[in-house]
Each structure stands twice: as C-alpha cells, then as structure tokens.
T-cell receptor, first 112, second 113 residues
Framework: KQEVTQIPAALSVPEGENLVLNCSFT??????LQWFRQDPGKGLTSLLL?????REQTSGRLNASLDKSSGRSTLYIAASQPGDSATYLC???????????FGGGTRVLVKP | SAVISQKPSRDICQRGTSLTIQCQVD?????MFWYRQQPGQSLTLIAT?????????ESGFVIDKFPISRPNLTFSTLTVSNMSPEDSSIYLC??????????FGPGTRLTVT
C-alpha cells in the first residue's frame, strides 16, 4: 500500500526566501506525481504534474523534481511571496486512471 | 484543464438527515472521483463514480452511507446519508483528464450538528 509523507507539516519563512517542500513515497512504481495548493476551506488547485518518465517540471516560479528510485519529489518555490501562503499537497497515481494517494500536506506561511 | 462546480458550497445539517452534493463539469470526462477531507486531515478517496454503472467504493466506505449517481459524463452526485457529527468534512469531486492529471472542484463544507 502506497504511503505518501510530507515533512515538515508546517513551515514559516520571510518574504523573498526560496521555499523547499518535500514529498516521499514508499512505492516507486508510480504512474505520475501531482502537486496541489489548497487555501483554507477551499478546493485544490493543480500546480504541477510530473510523469514517471520525467525528472522535473517547471511553471513560473515553481519547479518540481522527481526521483522515483529514492521515492522523493521536491517542490521549489522561488522568491516566496505572502500570496504563496497555503497548504501544499503532493499525491501519487499508482496506475493510469487510478486513485490519487495524498500526503498530509505542508502548511506554508510567508511573512511580509 | 476543467471547470468544476459543486453545490452547495457549504451546509449545516442535523444528525440523522441526508445531504446530496452535486458536481458539474464543463466538459465530458470519463473519470470522476469523490474525496473526503476531515478537519485538519488530508484527502481520502471515497469512490470512483462510473457512468452508467455502480460506483467503485474504497475500503471503509459503503454504498448505503454514500450513494453516488453518475447519469452522464458531466454530472455526478454524492449523498451523505444518516449523518452524524463524524461526517463533518469537506467533500470534493475531481476529474481525471489527459495524462491522468486530476482537477478538483471547490468543495462542499459540511457541518453536522
């Protein structure tokens, strides 16, 4: 059974600092990995999708890497802003069309 | 991407009653899912909503408690039946698109008193 872990559970940084969010998973046989953002009491916004054959994906200030062999993914957010304050969740797909298995999330606070 | 709407956005219900949550997508999709997010927790899959057939439920979730309908490729409903305070959660529907990227609706915040 896949287990997805995100450490730390919470993170506080001053504005302008780069954010590094970690995600680890126990079963490396994943189809893809997806990073989401969730604002308090809201739904999830998809940030980046990394297919199992890819090493990284980039979108603006966001960069996500994937190392399947070690069961790790890292989300980098450059030059953080107060608007980046949210909970960030990673999730893996075991197989095509299958369910997502979520990590517990990292709650980020960017202080002005 | 996909635009997903849910109704209601929030509700406060009494113990023992039922609530039906609607999920509408702006395009036809094959894969649609229902998740639950309990307070302070991450997301747990309730079931996969299959068009034209019975939903596929995850371990710990049963059809009598969470009946699901999927009459077409753009719409689904989830009913939370005989509610108790432990059912207080955010309920989210999601759809799977190309590359199996999933998109989520805004969620329905349910409080059971």
């Amino acid at each position: 059974k896949q287990e997805v872990t995100q450490i730390p559970a919470a993170l506080s940084v001053p504005e302008g600092e780069n954010l590094v969010l970690n995600c680890s998973f126990t079963d490396s046989a994943i189809y893809n990995l997806q990073w989401f953002r969730q604002d308090p009491g809201k739904g999830l916004t998809s940030l980046l999708l990394i297919q199992s054959s890819q090493r990284e994906q980039t979108s603006g200030r966001l960069n996500a890497s994937l190392d399947k062999s070690s069961g790790r993914s890292t989300l980098y957010i450059a030059a953080s802003q107060p608007g980046d304050s949210a909970t960030y969740l990673c999730a893996t797909h075991k197989a095509a069309g299958n369910k997502l298995t979520f990590g517990g999330g990292t709650r980020v606070l960017v202080k002005p | 991407s996909a635009v997903i709407s849910q109704k209601p956005s929030r509700d406060i219900c009494q113990r023992g009653t039922s609530l039906t949550i609607q999920c509408q997508v702006d395009s036809q999709v094959t894969m649609m899912f229902w998740y639950r997010q309990q307070p302070g927790q991450s997301l747990t899959l309730i079931a996969t909503a299959n068009q034209g057939s019975e939903a596929t439920y995850e371990s710990g979730f049963v059809i009598d408690k969470f009946p699901i309908s999927r009459p077409n490729l753009t719409f689904s409903t989830l009913t939370v039946s005989n509610m108790s305070p432990e059912d207080s959660s955010i309920y989210l529907c999601s759809v799977g698109l190309a590359g199996y990227e999933q998109y989520f609706g805004p969620g329905t915040r349910l409080t059971v008193t």
